[in-house]
């Protein structure tokens, strides 16, 4: 079984509805993430958790919310979404903030 | 402020050519990690390698190998006798030691190797 992994895999929806994505892990580590990725500008980070009670913004966090449910779950919200969400996201864990991450497959995303 | 750039947006070659993709980092501190992934065609990320900024030893996983000069403050990255399979995106990045420090990330170098 994948380490970490996301829910759904790809996501169709309307402009203004609500959406959550999911991402679990089982590799046992404190610091999670979330990215979006749109072709031509790499990865940008959305949010991020140090542990259960420490949630940072990351560059682009305007329009998500996230909520840590546990160590091993991290799920992404779009309140209302909005077509320029349109994107790959993906969840990652890491032990320590300067070890490598681990991703999950990705969700894509489609707000119309 | 921090940095990575990746210059070279394609690259394409023919099977078995050697080719390196280029990663240069900017950064203020002394204590910092870099890192490589692959993305291919399937999507997924895929960790490649990591090295510390006090470890300037050239770094070989079989056909991959990793160049580290800090003096250029570069960390480029070479596939030997590339193939078919190497086909994907890659990024590079770049962290600082420190609780609260982000990974930064390239643009990504997108490689095509054709049969």
């Known amino acids: 079984d994948a380490d970490v992994t996301q829910t759904p895999r790809n996501r169709i929806t309307k402009t203004g509805k609500r959406i959550m994505l999911e991402c679990s892990q089982t590799k046992g580590h404190d610091r999670m993430y979330w990215y979006r990725q749109d072709p031509g500008l790499g990865l940008r980070l959305i949010y991020y958790s140090f542990d259960v009670k420490d949630i940072n913004k990351g560059e682009i966090s305007d329009g998500y919310s996230v909520s840590r449910q546990a160590q091993a779950k991290f799920s992404l919200s779009l309140e209302s979404a909005i077509p320029n969400q349109t994107a790959l996201y993906f969840c990652?864990?890491?032990?320590?903030?300067?070890?490598?991450?681990?991703f999950g497959p990705g969700t894509r995303l489609t707000v119309l | 402020a921090q940095k990575v750039t990746q210059a070279q947006t394609e690259i394409s070659v023919v099977e078995k050519e050697d080719v390196t993709l280029d990663c240069v980092y900017e950064?203020?501190?002394?204590?910092?990690?870099l890192f490589w992934y692959k993305q291919p065609p399937s999507g997924e990320l895929v960790f490649l390698i990591r090295?510390?900024?006090?470890d300037e030893q050239n770094e070989i996983s079989g056909r991959y190998s990793w160049n580290f000069q800090k003096s250029t403050s570069s960390f480029n990255f070479t596939i030997t006798a590339s193939q078919v399979v190497d086909s994907a995106v890659y990024f590079c990045a770049l962290t600082n030691a420190g609780n609260n420090r982000k990974l930064i990330w390239g643009l990504g170098t997108s490689l095509a190797v054709n049969p």
């Open positions: 950064t203020r501190d002394t204590t910092y990690y």
């Open positions: 990652a864990t890491s032990e320590l903030v300067f070890t490598e991450q681990f």
């Open positions: 090295r510390n900024s006090f």
